[in-house]
């Protein structure tokens, strides 16, 4: 079963307007990841936010972790066309030997 | 070079006939893992390997079987093919000595049959 559930499931922005998605998962965590997949190939790791910190930075994404809601959000600014991709949070389970569990995504389209 | 490749890229096949996708990797890393993607349900794991000698089933191992063949090297066979094995197939590959397990994908295996 998924362990994340990307919410929501499709996005649809114009170029230069901020994009967020979420993520809710159902048991504790190591840590939480999200990656970008462009359609049909394979995924891309973005960032990492371990369970003891709350946000994390890297370029234009911002993602936040609220372990007490069991939920993360991945923001995007000043979104491109380039963004224009399928969007995955992968959770790290804590017993389960770091294996990540996938949820099923959002599906992102920038327009211009 | 790409870090993580998967052959074949695409391939149809039929019914009952065994298929092998192999993927190998020169990161170095020990971790590998095979995953099928299927449309609306994102990535499922079907084996994943820690080291050459440690292999163990995913959450959809029914129908499939790995080898280890050597640190670079993770294949995931069919032995049986069935139409609803459709889809798209992903090897991966971490390492945590990294501190996580951030995983890297190879391009994919598109796999059809019919």
């Known amino acids: 079963s998924q362990q994340g559930e990307e919410d929501p499931q499709a996005l649809s922005i114009q170029e230069g307007e901020n994009a967020t998605m979420n993520c809710s998962y159902k048991t504790s965590i190591n840590n939480l990841q999200w990656y970008r997949q462009n359609s049909g190939r394979g995924l891309v790791h973005l960032i990492l936010i371990r369970s003891n910190e709350r946000e994390k930075h890297s370029g234009r994404l911002r993602v936040t972790l609220d372990t007490s809601k069991k939920s993360s959000s991945l923001l995007i600014t000043a979104s491109r066309a380039a963004d224009t991709a399928s969007y995955f949070c992968?959770?790290?389970?804590?017993?389960?030997?770091?294996?990540?569990?996938f949820g099923t995504g959002t599906r992102l389209q920038v327009t211009l | 070079d790409a870090d993580v490749t998967q052959t074949p890229r695409n391939r149809i096949t039929k019914t009952g006939k065994r298929i092998m996708l192999e993927c190998s990797q020169t990161?170095?890393?020990?971790?590998m893992y095979w995953y099928r993607q299927d449309p609306g349900l994102g990535l499922r794991l079907i084996y994943y390997?820690?080291?050459?000698?440690?292999?163990n089933k995913g959450e959809i191992s029914d129908g499939y079987s790995v080898s280890r063949q050597a640190q670079a090297k993770f294949s995931l066979s069919l032995e049986s093919a069935i139409p609803n094995q459709t889809a798209l197939y992903f090897c991966?590959?971490?390492?945590?000595?990294?501190?996580?397990?951030?995983?890297?994908f190879g391009p994919g295996t598109r796999l059809t049959v019919l």
């Open positions: 991966a590959t971490s390492d945590l000595r990294q501190g996580a397990d951030t995983q890297y």
């Open positions: 390997s820690f080291d050459v000698k440690d292999i």
């Open positions: 992968a959770t790290d389970a804590t017993g389960t030997a770091s294996k990540l569990t």
């Open positions: 990161k170095g890393h020990d971790r």
